[in-house]
């Protein structure tokens, strides 16, 4: 997997192991790839505490 920000966005590329051939390539803007990223942390911080209970 390859990650790398480029023009203000934020591009996720996935490799086949084997033959090298480009399975996914993926690309969202930086500001909504940091909400995304902040809304599932805060989901999995909630996950937590409530194993926690």
Same mark, same amino acid.
């Given at each position: 997997m390859n990650m #790398?920000?480029?023009?203000?966005?934020?591009?996720?590329?996935l490799m %086949?192991?084997?033959?090298?051939?480009?399975?996914?390539? #993926?690309?969202?803007a930086k500001e909504m790839f940091n909400e995304?990223?902040? %809304?599932i942390i805060e989901h999995l911080l909630a996950f937590k505490m409530e194993e926690l209970k």
């Open positions: #790398f920000e480029k023009d203000g966005r934020i591009h996720l590329q %086949h192991m084997d033959s090298g051939r480009m399975l996914m390539d #993926f690309s969202i995304l990223r902040d %809304h």
